[in-house]
């Protein structure tokens, strides 16, 4: 069976593959932490130092070569040692959307490996259109809850699964406590690969949302039915469709992640240490 086969017919056998390998590459048993970096949050992960290892994701059992310019689809190991405790984090650059139409077991084989490999805490972060008209572009905004508009989970069979605490209100209370210019707010997962129309994002607001983006809820999904604590973290790259009369541009996302970067990576370095 070839290693797409495999992600297909046992996801969770070929995440605990893929957990194998990370183990034997970078000779760390164990990961507590993984952390999966959206659109322009690569360099967000370069505040975290030089990591220990760095492969192609796609080396790895389960993974696909990204679709996105400015996902590099990268698996990256880092030891961070910070107030005298060290623990190791697994860093994904890139992830899989499924906009990109091979379903839903690519979408959430990171996170699934990241548990596997022993993450207990799973930090999503994406590029996010801004409903909420308080928040700025090149804000971050911590994932308080979500709504799902394109209902598809990554969960099938009777697996009931509560999602009150699906973003860890301990790890919100640990972040907020290191930054509290940090705000909260609703995130909608879009499929994509179109932006909304300004209607949609009228009724998005409507029903309660305050942000809007095309990841990041099946891996959180996936990563809590496998038993991790979650955090999301969305930066603002634009205003949603229809608030400023301006299109909306990839290109334009990709700049104002980057633009934030710096300081998301010295926030990401100062508080992992503090959640496990
Ligand atoms: N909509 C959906 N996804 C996005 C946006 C947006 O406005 N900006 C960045 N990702």
């Not at 970096?37 to 492969?55: K, N, Q």
């Not at 679709?67 to 880092?78: F, I, Q, W």
């Not at 961070?80 to 077991?105: C, D, P, S, W």
């Not at 940090?182 to 879009?190: D, K, M, T």
Request: aromatic share 6%; proline share 4%.
């Amino acid at each position: 069976m070839t290693s797409t086969e495999l992600l297909y017919s046992d996801p969770l056998a070929a995440a605990t593959a893929a957990a194998a390998e990370i183990a034997q590459r970078t000779g760390v048993a164990s990961h507590d932490v993984a952390l999966v970096m959206g659109s322009g949050w690569v360099t967000a992960a370069d505040a975290l130092g030089a990591p220990a290892y760095e492969c192609d994701a796609h080396e790895l059992t389960g993974f696909f070569a990204p679709a996105v310019e400015g996902h590099s689809g990268k698996v990256r190991s880092y030891e961070i040692t910070e107030g005298g405790k060290t623990l190791r984090a697994l860093v994904f650059l890139g992830r899989t959307h499924l906009y990109e139409g091979k379903g839903m077991e690519p979408v959430v084989h990171g996170v699934r490996t990241a548990v596997k490999a022993g993450c207990k805490v799973i930090i999503l972060t994406n590029a996010c259109g801004g409903i909420n008209t308080s928040f700025k572009v090149g804000q971050p905004v911590l994932i308080r809850d979500h709504i799902s508009l394109t209902a598809a989970s990554p969960l099938s069979g009777a697996t009931f699964v509560d999602l009150t605490d699906l973003y860890s209100k301990r790890i919100r209370t640990i972040v907020k406590s290191e930054d509290s210019s940090l705000a909260e707010g609703v995130y909608v997962h879009w499929r994509g690969p179109t932006y909304e129309t300004p209607a949609e994002i009228a009724m998005m607001r409507t029903m309660g949302a305050d942000l809007v983006g095309m990841s990041t809820v099946p891996e959180a999904i996936a990563a809590h039915a496998l038993g991790a604590e979650v955090l999301g973290i969305s930066l603002v790259t634009n205003a949603a469709a229809g608030i400023t009369g301006e299109k909306l541009n990839h290109e334009e996302v990709i700049a104002a992640g980057k633009a934030a970067a710096d300081r998301m990576g010295a926030l990401l370095k100062s508080t992992i240490p503090k959640l496990i």
